[in-house]
Each structure stands twice: as structure tokens, then as C-alpha cells.
């Protein structure tokens, strides 16, 4: 994704799950495949029953159809990019020194670095013409980081590319090059909600370098999540062949029409077993008119940190066990969602009168939402359900990554067992566990540790992890302060005024 390495350039394991496999993104250095080669023996010809054949050629016909239309507008993306690199004297500092002359350099050259180029290629697909600039979109782990770019043709062309956006965070980009040619071909976007599991699809691109390569597959899956290659989307999963180098190629349906960006795979090897990822295309839509625009993506921000409850913390925090959506467990103070009324502790059900399925899909959609939209969500709140008109600012990475403002900076989490057992606790300390301190947060300032587990908000007792947030009313009271037991002690915090 952001490191290239020497023997795959732009392979990243960047997942690892329980039983061995990694996820890689798919982008390749030239000539990284290796050959092997097959035996080859004399078989008798097959004979198909005319009925039979008949179906197998029109669906040959379709493959070799939708390869003719959607190939001219795939493209290769070769890249450099320029990193530095610190020089390194094995010997400095030891009596070898006097023979390499390191007495004699002054401090400038020994904080010297020096600039590495290396060479990788992935896969793009032409989505837009306007004049002579010709777009192709491809993954950010492929171009966002390129000193130069080459775009080249399924006919042979080859084009000095220019980068016009890129987003880590979706793990896309935009490249642009000029060309008079009134005949290049631009691929058709589909419409990613309308895929389903079991849908054929064909998977296209330069996988190892070999250039306009098509593999054939179903969608396995959607709706999947994972890669962690700085995509907040969710992906179509597909058998379709996908190797190093397909990063950034377009998967395309029946109809040779682009549903998806190939972005990863998982694989013990490198190479594919059948499990590859693609970024639903209607994820990118806008994205393609906002980078033209302004060279960037602009995401809209709500201002809270979600988590993922499980069953045993819904229980604890009074929400139904079925109940889906995402648990707002920090809030932002002065944040929109902080100025609209939304409290640490909201379990969000809603958004804009349509169910919230998990922490995912909320962040999707609210990055979606524009900045100056007045956006509706549904919280429950103990067991009462609460409408919230909240509008949305443009996210700032600045402003999101203040923990000085993230309230209470730590995450509550429930006094299970479990949990009794690890902290050696016994029946009597009733209240929640301190996890997941935010530095230079007002737990940080208070000097909460992890492990520690609060007894009581504002002097009043608590027990459970609802009734933890309900009295962290930021509404009610402008002053917090706790009561904390750790290791036999019981003390009470300083006090936090709320601004």
C-alpha cells in the first residue's frame, strides 16, 4: 500500500486472520512473475450434446463480447516513486572511522540521505473525457504517492500521466493525460447496490505485468469490510483471478459495465486463491466530480468515535441484543454532533430514516453527507428512542484527531466476570472499567489509568455501563469528576469543567 518493498513492489500484508492468510493490495513490480511450465499430452476431442454446446458458446460469445468492449478502456499504470534513504556507515563510531574518513566529515554530510527510485505498475480504467484530458481511475496504493506516471493504451499508446487527487483514506485516485484521439474509449459505470452474490463478472487489468489480462468469476460476497489499506469502504468480494499488479482495474458485470475498483487480496502466498476485493463503484461516483473539481475529497464530519458493541455490552448498556447500528462511546465537544444534541452513550439506529447496520456503514455514509446538510439520526438513549436534527461540517483532519476535545477520552466497558477475574475484583466493587485512554484527553487529564474502574459520577454510585453515560450528562452537569478504585484504593479525580 505505502511501502514498496524489493522482491513485490507495493505488496503490503497488512492483514493477518486466524488462520494464516494476508491480505495484500495488488500492485506489482515489472517482470515479478515467475514461469513455470505444464506437460503437455494428447487428449481426444470432447463431444457436447448440441444443446449443451449451444449454451457454452453464446456464454463464450458474452465473455469474448464484454472483453472487445471494456478492454480498450483499461489501462496500465507504471509508476516511480522517489523515497530517501538514510546513508549508513557501518563503521562509524569505532576505530575503523580514522580508515573511512569519517573524522573528516563535517555534520552536514553525515545527515546526508539519499533519494531511491523504484519502479511498480497496478492497473487503472478510463471513467471521463473533457476535451483532450482523458481520466483514468485507479487505487491510491497504485499513483497517490508516484513522482512519475506513464499511462499505457490497450493498443500500445503509452501517455506521461498527471495526478489530479488521491484519497488514503478510501484508497482511490484519479490520474489525467491529454490526447487528441476522439476514439478512446470510456468505460460505462454501473450501478454496485444492484450486485449480487453469485453474479458473473470478469476481472480486468496488468496482473505480474501482463498487460490487458481478463479472468472470469462470481461475486462471492458484498458488503465485506477489512484490508486495512486505509479504506473506509466496504467491498465486493470475488473469485475472479486477482493478482499483484490488477490494483486499480476495473471488475465489470454481463453487461461490461464497471462495478467495482480491484483494491486487495487475502493469500498465503502472493498470489490469488480466490479471495479478491473491490471497491463498489458507487462508492467513487462522486468522488471522480470532487477531485476534478478540487483535487480532493471532502468528507462530512459528525464528530464521534464509534465502537462495535457486543451482546454482553448492549445488555449492560440497556440496548436490545438485536438491535443493530453503532455506539457513539466519545463525542467531540463543539463537534456537530455534540452542538445537535447527541451524547456519549447514544447507540445511533438511524440515519435519515434508514436503518444503521454496523459501525461501517455510518462512517460511509456519513462521509458521504455534504458539509451544510442538516442530516437526521435516530438514537436510543437507556431504553427511549431520541430524533436528532444534526448538520454537518466538512471534516477537517486537524480538528478529528483532537483528543483534547474527544469526551470522556476512554471507552467504558462493562464489569463482566471476566473482567472481575483479570483485575482481581471481587462482588463488592461495582461500576465500569477504564479501556482505551485517549492521550491529552480530559481522562488523560485526570489522570485515569486503564484498569481502573469508576464507582461513581458526580458522587452518584453506578453500577452499570448505562447508567455510566447517564450521568455523564454534558447537558445536565458542567463540572465531572469521579470516583475511581484501583488496587484496593479508592480516590476521587480532580474535577473537569465542561466549556
Not at 468492449?69 to 572511522?97: I, M, R
Not at 480504467?125 to 506513464?150: C, D, E, F, P, Q
Not at 453527507?369 to 442530516?375: P, Q, R, Y
Request: hydrophobic share 35%; net charge neutral.
Amino acid at each position: 500500500m505505502k511501502n514498496l518493498t524489493t522482491k513485490i513492489i507495493g505488496t503490503a500484508a497488512v492483514a493477518a486472520v486466524s488462520f494464516g492468510l494476508l491480505a495484500f493490495s495488488c500492485k506489482a513490480n515489472n517482470g515479478s512473475a515467475n514461469v513455470a511450465f505444464a506437460e503437455t499430452k494428447r487428449s481426444a476431442s470432447a463431444s457436447l450434446p448440441s444443446d449443451s454446446l449451444s449454451v457454452t458458446q453464446a456464454l463464450q460469445s458474452t465473455f469474448r463480447s464484454i472483453s472487445t468492449e471494456v478492454l480498450p478502456a483499461v489501462v496500465e499504470v507504471d509508476v516511480t516513486e522517489t523515497t530517501k534513504v538514510q546513508t549508513f556507515n557501518p563503521f562509524e563510531g569505532s576505530p575503523f572511522d580514522w580508515f573511512f574518513g569519517s573524522p573528516d566529515r563535517n555534520e552536514d554530510e553525515k545527515d546526508k540521505s539519499r533519494e531511491m527510485q523504484q519502479s511498480a505498475l497496478g492497473s487503472g480504467v478510463i471513467v471521463r473525457k473533457s476535451g483532450k484530458t482523458i481520466y483514468v481511475l485507479t487505487n491510491n496504493h497504485v499513483a497517490g504517492k508516484a513522482t512519475t506516471i506513464k499511462i499505457k493504451l490497450n493498443d500500445g499508446r503509452e501517455f506521461d500521466g498527471k495526478l489530479v487527487g488521491a484519497d488514503e483514506r478510501m484508497d482511490i485516485a484519479l490520474v489525467s493525460f491529454e490526447s487528441t484521439d476522439s476514439n478512446i474509449t470510456i468505460a460505462k459505470l454501473g450501478d454496485s447496490n444492484n450486485v449480487q452474490q453469485g453474479d458473473i463478472v470478469l476481472a480486468l487489468g496488468s496482473p505480474m505485468g501482463y498487460f490487458a489480462s481478463v479472468t472470469q468469476g462470481i461475486v462471492s460476497a458484498t458488503g465485506r469490510s477489512g484490508g486495512q489499506i486505509g479504506s473506509i469502504s466496504d467491498f465486493i468480494q470475488t473469485d475472479a483471478a486477482i493478482n499483484q499488479g490488477n490494483s486499480g482495474g476495473p471488475l465489470v458485470n454481463i453487461n461490461g459495465e464497471v462495478i467495482g475498483i480491484n483494491t486487495w487480496i487475502v493469500s498465503q502466498s502472493g498470489g490469488s486463491q480466490g479471495l479478491g476485493f473491490s471497491i463498489p463503484i458507487n462508492n467513487i461516483k462522486t468522488a471522480i466530480d470532487q477531485f476534478i473539481s478540487k483535487g480532493k475529497i471532502s468528507y462530512g464530519w459528525l464528530g464521534v468515535s464509534l465502537v462495535e458493541p457486543t451482546a454482553e455490552y448492549k445488555k449492560d448498556l440497556g440496548v436490545d441484543e438485536k438491535q443493530t447500528g453503532a455506539f457513539a462511546a466519545e463525542i467531540f465537544m463543539d463537534s456537530p454532533a455534540f452542538k445537535g444534541g447527541m451524547r456519549a452513550g447514544d447507540f445511533i439506529t438511524q440515519l435519515n430514516g434508514h436503518d444503521i447496520k454496523d459501525v461501517d456503514q455510518l462512517v460511509r455514509e456519513v462521509g458521504n453527507l455534504k458539509a451544510g446538510e442538516t442530516a437526521k439520526f435516530t438514537v436510543v438513549r437507556g431504553k427511549a428512542k431520541t430524533e436528532l436534527s444534526i448538520k454537518i461540517e466538512e471534516r477537517s483532519q486537524t480538528v478529528a484527531s483532537d483528543n483534547g476535545k474527544l469526551w470522556p477520552g476512554f471507552i467504558a466497558s462493562p464489569l463482566s466476570e471476566a473482567n472481575r477475574k483479570q483485575l482481581k475484583l471481587d462482588d463488592k466493587v461495582k461500576g465500569v472499567i477504564v479501556t482505551s485512554i485517549q492521550e491529552k484527553s480530559p481522562a488523560a487529564a485526570l489522570r485515569l489509568q486503564n484498569g481502573d474502574v469508576i464507582t461513581a459520577v458526580n458522587d452518584k454510585a453506578i453500577t452499570s455501563v448505562k447508567e455510566f453515560y447517564e450521568a455523564l450528562d454534558t447537558s445536565k452537569n458542567k463540572e465531572i469528576w469521579f470516583d475511581v478504585y484501583n488496587n484496593g484504593h479508592t480516590i476521587t479525580t480532580g474535577r473537569y469543567k465542561i466549556k
